[in-house]
């Protein structure tokens, strides 16, 4: 088990330009979560699969952000037309739930993306 | 909606000494998990503890315990025997429990630093 693991770890960017970030979580973790994280603040939800269906996204993702998880495994986060606004720390999550033990669920983070948007 | 406040944005506790980080939260659940979680500078973020809220009793883990009082919707986390690792900013973070969705709402943070 190597935990969460995100790439790239640091991007900087032009406005306008698209940007894809990928998070490959804990081995047979059936969910998996995106936040993001501004200077100062706590992780904010973007968006989550359980395997790979995307059953939640936040009003946080524009039209621009788009996430996928073919096959239950890996996931891309795509930013389209960055924006300045968008420069924060790109967080990717995984749990467990096996639905035996419902109310038994950690989320394991993985150690981020930095967008910097010029 | 749930909200989580934290309202030290910084503190400070000299080595060995024990310190107590304040969080309180909102909600209309009756239901529902509450962790807190640790970000060392330029290091991803991690599990220190976690509590169920249909738990009286609090959750530790060695150094670390927590004061959960659900009438009042509070949540402390207390530190003892602090050391110099513990340096980190900690989030406070509320999950509802529900058949679907389980996304975390955090704090704004409390950075702590340990001194010698």
């Known amino acids: 088990d190597t935990g969460v693991s995100q790439n790239p770890r640091h991007k900087i960017t032009k406005r306008g330009q698209n940007v894809t970030f990928r998070c490959d979580p804990i081995?047979?973790?059936?969910?998996l979560y995106w936040y993001r994280q501004t200077l100062g603040q706590g992780p904010e939800f973007l968006t989550y699969?359980?395997?790979?269906?995307?059953?939640?996204k936040s009003r946080l993702l524009s039209d621009r952000f788009s996430a996928e998880r073919p096959k239950g495994s890996f996931s891309t986060l795509e930013i389209q037309r960055t924006e300045q606004g968008d420069s924060a720390m790109y967080l990717c999550?995984?749990?467990?739930?096996?639905?035996?033990?419902?109310?038994?669920?950690?989320?394991?983070f993985g150690p981020g993306t930095r967008l910097l948007v010029l | 909606a749930q909200t989580v406040t934290q309202s030290q944005p910084e503190m400070s506790v000299q080595e060995a000494e024990t310190v107590t980080l304040s969080c309180t939260y909102d909600?209309?659940?009756?239901?529902?998990?509450l962790f807190w979680y640790k970000q060392p500078p330029s290091r991803q973020m991690i599990l220190v503890i976690r509590q169920e809220a249909y738990k009286q009793q609090n959750a530790t883990e060695n150094r670390f315990s927590v004061n959960f009082q659900k009438a009042a919707k509070s949540f402390s986390l207390k530190i003892s025997d602090s050391q110099l690792g513990d340096t980190a900013m900690y989030f406070c973070a509320f999950m509802k429990i529900t058949g679907t969705a389980s996304k975390l709402t955090f704090g704004t943070g409390t950075r702590l630093q340990v001194t010698l």
């Open positions: 909600t209309s659940e009756n239901n529902y998990y």
């Open positions: 699969f359980q395997n790979e269906a995307q059953l939640e």
């Open positions: 081995s047979e973790h059936n969910r």
């Open positions: 999550a995984s749990s467990l739930q096996d639905g035996l033990t419902p109310y038994q669920e950690t989320q394991y």
